[in-house]
């Protein structure tokens, strides 16, 4: 069923330099700061390892800039700490007199910049912009520039999860522009919706050489301007707007504007809205609020890699993607997570409507000096580069104490000292940028906030642990609460939010790749019950290189969730919608036939708006043979308020008389009939009537661990805790059903049964993980953890399967693949609660047939008959009463006269 990413062990032939006939990345890439004459230098260059500090005189490679090297896309091996780049380039003649900048959007870590053989200038860190004016080092005719960049590891520097795929020398555009002799550096823009205007503050390259005229137009063909006098380094003014437009999730408008300063102009543009802290409707509990409005966050954590390109994505177009893909599941936001993500990449954020969390990244080290200094130099300049992108609605300035850490009498600790300095960065982050949420510390594994706008708390907890948690946090989270603050600070009134969870963690060891839907779902019931969290974060939007649980796969293909085959229509987002309708953190229930359950409902509006709902509630589901069943609909008027959180009447469901997997399915729907909000849970019957309906016909049952016989060279073994049956490549399980009776008139067989491919667990030298998972380092398989079995994908594994009955072949079928996702509910609700996860989520396909007739008459002689179920290539797996999706043992159907 899968192709294992062996990312990062590519070959020799990955690396062989091809020309491209395109320049990648070809598009300017700051769109909110643009000049209109400027020169793309991305495309191939030449390249060397070489530590010294003399411009080579050749190169021994080729190199795709801004792709890092080491990355597949560079067509250059990770071979040394140290590299030179060499190009030439000519400047535009139009360009004139005007100045020529040379602009590097990020370079990891140490760069230094040549022109024409002459030393330019350096820069220190990995991501953010700098440039250089190079006016002064050019000449007639065709120039030359070298850069030395120096990545060697050093504790200090933000290195975050490079091990991932390292950010190795440049790994964003490279260009020039032509600005004037005074030029406009950056510009400021602060919305106040509230007064419907717009304060634009303009940061020159220095100062001026000469009294200007500061002139801003706005695409509406609004404009002002405002003398700047010699000497000034910053113009300020405001700008009323007429009939001002928000930017909002559903409007993501976005104000172009022009800024001239005499012979330099540049272009940008704006969102005009309003990040804050606004109580719920009717109650004190924080939310943030987007235009005054509180919002709801529903977002996924982003580490932002790319397979090929590390923390350079390929095209424009896989950027813009990376936003659709977030909100075609129904989210509306994203944490990049301890990387400072690509303007482009932002700016997509910004023309679609994506609400953004920034990170910044973290050291490995300890918080010495230089790591200050890093970190806030850092702060200082992402905050610079993306002021004015309306998306980015908070900062983070770490990540679960990550760096923070002092080694002290051999124990790190997080120090007083340490704390203090946290909360400096806190208010330093709030002085750059007054508009924006700022977060001290997401935090985690027992560590807590200092001084902070938002109270997140991260957990990663088995599907079954979510309602504790949720009460605990809720009840402990009230202003002067000590609860997830270190000592000495408390909560205020800040909105709290879970800003990581997801089962990836959540068992012994993590999970490697495993159904996540499951879980999610509990978890997404559980929260909507708790109205005091203000939003959530999953981890994570893709896979990376040792976390799988992403929405998508590290090559951004779909994973198959399963909810659409069990209720009809269902996606993902009808677990992101304003409404849902929740039974708590249980979403699988068992009893006994007559048996009745109930089954508690909440009803969570998280909207504006007010008014009538209808909710369809339907029940149905297979017994052990077989048979489709519908037991009852009910259609139930519901009122709902803004913001709201609300019980419903417990349902009371008796179960049917027959063994069966239930399915109790809500469909919430305006009253136009338009459906809002899909949602399901399941109920077995686990000791029930095991006769069909059809009074001629008998069901006849083996467990499955009771096999007569059983062959497989190369690999048996059992999975769901002995409910399932493992071969793999060929081989066979036999049973043994009594038969007899001269009234016969048709045999059957039915059974559960999946394809079996050898998973990195199932190898003699499977479970071993060696290394930092924060590093990178590990496995770079998603099936060898204990706890995995990979969720279905778009790569299926097939096997070949025979039954055959009494020596008799009765059908012959191919296996399409070894699913694995929420249909396997039986495979979910019977595992251990004990952080371990035994093939969870695996199922298979109801396999069946009718028994030739002489193999069942040969069989009456004997009372028994043999069924043989037997793959001759890809492995099989057969599944019990308690695994898979079907309550059905291998079985017979028999059909007497």
Same mark, same amino acid.
């Given at each position: 069923m899968k192709k294992l990413l062996i990312l990062l062990l590519m070959g020799a032939n990955s690396f062989v330099f091809a020309q491209k006939t395109t320049q990648p990345l070809p598009e300017h890439p700051r769109p909110d700061l643009m000049r209109s004459q400027w020169l793309n230098l991305n495309g191939p260059w030449d390249f060397t390892f070489d530590s010294t500090f003399v411009i080579p005189s050749k190169f021994a490679h080729k190199i795709q800039v801004p792709f890092p090297w080491g990355s597949k896309l560079s067509g250059v091996k990770d071979e040394a700490d140290v590299a030179w780049y060499h190009r030439t380039f000519q400047v535009p003649a139009v360009w004139g007199s005007k100045r020529v900048f040379l602009n590097i959007g990020a370079s990891d870590w140490h760069t230094s910049v040549y022109v024409n053989g002459k030393f330019v200038g350096e820069h220190k860190g990995g991501y953010t912009p700098f440039d250089f004016d190079v006016t002064s080092f050019l000449k007639a005719g065709i120039q030359s520039v070298d850069i030395r960049v120096d990545d060697k590891r050093r504790m200090f520097t933000l290195y975050g999860k490079q091990g991932y795929g390292n950010a190795r020398g440049l790994w964003q555009t490279v260009y020039l522009d032509a600005r004037g002799s005074d030029y406009i550096d950056h510009y400021a823009v602060y919305p106040d919706i509230d007064k419907g205007s717009v304060r634009i503050k303009t940061y020159l390259g220095g100062v001026a050489s000469k009294d200007a005229v500061l002139q801003v137009r706005l695409a509406n063909g609004q404009s002002a301007s405002m003398p700047v006098k010699k000497g000034a380094a910053v113009a300020e003014l405001t700008l009323k707007l007429a009939k001002p437009r928000l930017w909002s999730l559903e409007d993501p408008y976005l104000y172009d504007l022009s800024l001239r300063l005499g012979d330099d102009q540049v272009k940008g543009y704006f969102g005009f809205r309003k990040i804050s802290v606004t109580p719920l409707p009717g109650s004190k509990i924080p939310y943030i609020a987007l235009n005054n409005k509180p919002v709801y966050l529903q977002l996924a954590l982003d580490q932002s890699y790319h397979a090929d390109g590390f923390y350079t994505f390929p095209s424009d177009a896989f950027m813009k993607d990376e936003i659709i893909r977030s909100k075609r599941i129904g989210l509306n936001g994203i944490r990049t997570h301890i990387k400072v993500d690509i303007p482009r990449k932002l700016y997509w954020a910004d023309k679609l409507g994506l609400l953004v969390m920034s990170d910044v990244p973290n050291s490995w080290g300890e918080p010495d000096a230089d790591m200050r200094q890093e970190t806030e130099y850092t702060l200082h300049e992402m905050l610079k580069r993306d002021f004015n992108h309306p998306a980015i609605f908070s900062w983070i300035t770490f990540n679960e104490t990550w760096g923070l850490f002092t080694r002290v009498d051999k124990k790190s600790v997080y120090t007083p000292e340490t704390q203090k300095w946290v909360a400096s960065v806190y208010r330093l982050a709030k002085s750059l940028d007054p508009t924006r949420l700022v977060e001290d510390n997401s935090i985690c594994c027992g560590r807590g906030h200092t001084e902070t706008d938002i109270h997140s708390w991260h957990a990663y907890q088995a599907g079954y642990e979510w309602d504790q948690v949720m009460d605990d946090q809720s009840k402990n989270v009230f202003p002067g609460s000590q609860w997830n603050f270190e000592k000495g600070y408390v909560q205020g009134a800040q909105p709290m939010i879970n800003s990581e969870f997801g089962n990836v963690w959540g068992y012994q060891g993590s999970t490697g790749d495993v159904d996540y839907t499951f879980d999610y779902h509990k978890a997404m019931n559980s929260f909507r019950n708790h109205p005091k969290m203000a939003g959530w974060l999953y981890t994570e939007h893709h896979d990376v290189i040792n976390e799988w649980n992403g929405y998508y796969k590290f090559d951004r293909?779909?994973?198959?969730?399963?909810?659409?085959?069990?209720?009809?229509?269902?996606?993902?987002?009808?677990?992101?919608?304003?409404?849902?309708?929740?039974?708590?953190?249980?979403?699988?229930?068992?009893?006994?036939?007559?048996?009745?359950?109930?089954?508690?409902?909440?009803?969570?509006?998280?909207?504006?708006?007010?008014?009538? =709902?209808? @909710? *369809?509630?339907?029940?149905?589901? #297979?017994? /052990?043979?077989?048979?489709?069943?519908?037991?009852?609909? $009910? %259609? =139930?008027? @519901? *009122?709902?308020?803004?913001?709201? #959180?609300? /019980?419903?009447?417990?349902?009371?469901?008796?179960?049917? $008389? %027959?063994?069966?997997?239930?399915?109790?399915?809500?469909?919430?729907?305006?009253?136009?009939?338009?459906?809002?909000?899909?949602?399901?849970?399941?109920?077995?019957?686990?000791?029930?009537?095991?006769?069909?309906?059809?009074?001629?016909?008998?069901?006849?049952?083996?467990?499955?661990?009771?096999?007569?016989?059983?062959?497989?060279?190369?690999?048996?073994?059992?999975?769901?805790?002995?409910?399932?049956?493992?071969?793999?490549?060929?081989?066979?399980?036999?049973?043994?059903?009594?038969?007899?009776?001269?009234?016969?008139?048709?045999?059957?067989?039915?059974?559960?049964?999946?394809?079996?491919?050898?998973?990195?667990?199932?190898?003699?030298?499977?479970?071993?993980?060696?290394?930092?998972?924060?590093?990178?380092?590990?496995?770079?398989?998603?099936?060898?953890?204990?706890?995995?079995?990979?969720?279905?994908?778009?790569?299926?594994?097939?096997?070949?399967?025979?039954?055959?009955?009494?020596?008799?072949?009765?059908?012959?079928?191919?296996?399409?693949?070894?699913?694995?996702?929420?249909?396997?509910?039986?495979?979910?609700?019977?595992?251990?609660?004990?952080?371990?996860?035994?093939?969870?989520?695996?199922?298979?396909?109801?396999v069946q047939g009718v028994i030739p007739p002489a193999a069942w008459q040969a069989a009456l002689k004997a009372g028994k008959l043999v069924l043989r179920f037997e793959s001759t290539r890809g492995g099989l797996a057969l599944y019990g009463d308690q695994a898979g999706r079907f309550v059905t043992d291998p079985s017979i159907l028999i059909l007497r006269k």
């Open positions: 293909t779909e994973k198959e969730t399963g909810l659409g085959a069990i209720v009809p229509g269902m996606t993902l987002k009808d677990l992101h919608g304003p409404f849902y309708v929740s039974t708590g953190q249980e979403i699988t229930w068992a009893g006994k036939a007559g048996q009745t359950i109930k089954i508690p409902l909440h009803l969570s509006s998280m909207t504006n708006l007010s008014g009538g =709902l209808r @909710l *369809k509630i339907s029940f149905a589901g #297979v017994t /052990a043979w077989g048979e489709k069943q519908t037991h009852w609909t $009910k %259609d =139930l008027p @519901l *009122k709902f308020a803004p913001w709201d #959180v609300r /019980a419903l009447d417990s349902l009371s469901v008796v179960l049917p $008389k %027959d063994k069966s997997v239930n399915t109790l399915s809500f469909i919430l729907m305006d009253p136009a009939g338009k459906v809002l909000h899909r949602n399901f849970g399941h109920i077995i019957v686990e000791e029930g009537n095991v006769k069909p309906s059809n009074p001629k016909m008998e069901l006849v049952s083996v467990p499955v661990e009771r096999y007569s016989a059983s062959q497989w060279p190369e690999k048996q073994w059992t999975g769901v805790l002995g409910q399932k049956v493992n071969g793999a490549g060929a081989g066979y399980f036999e049973y043994e059903f009594p038969i007899s009776g001269s009234d016969i008139t048709e045999v059957r067989f039915m059974v559960e049964a999946s394809s079996k491919p050898i998973l990195g667990k199932d190898r003699p030298d499977g479970g071993k993980m060696d290394g930092d998972y924060m590093l990178g380092k590990g496995t770079f398989d998603p099936s060898v953890n204990p706890n995995a079995y990979p969720q279905t994908d778009v790569y299926p594994s097939s096997s070949s399967m025979r039954v055959s009955a009494n020596g008799v072949v009765a059908l012959e079928t191919v296996l399409a693949d070894d699913p694995a996702d929420h249909q396997g509910v039986l495979s979910w609700h019977y595992q251990a609660r004990n952080k371990k996860l035994d093939e969870a989520g695996t199922y298979g396909y109801i």
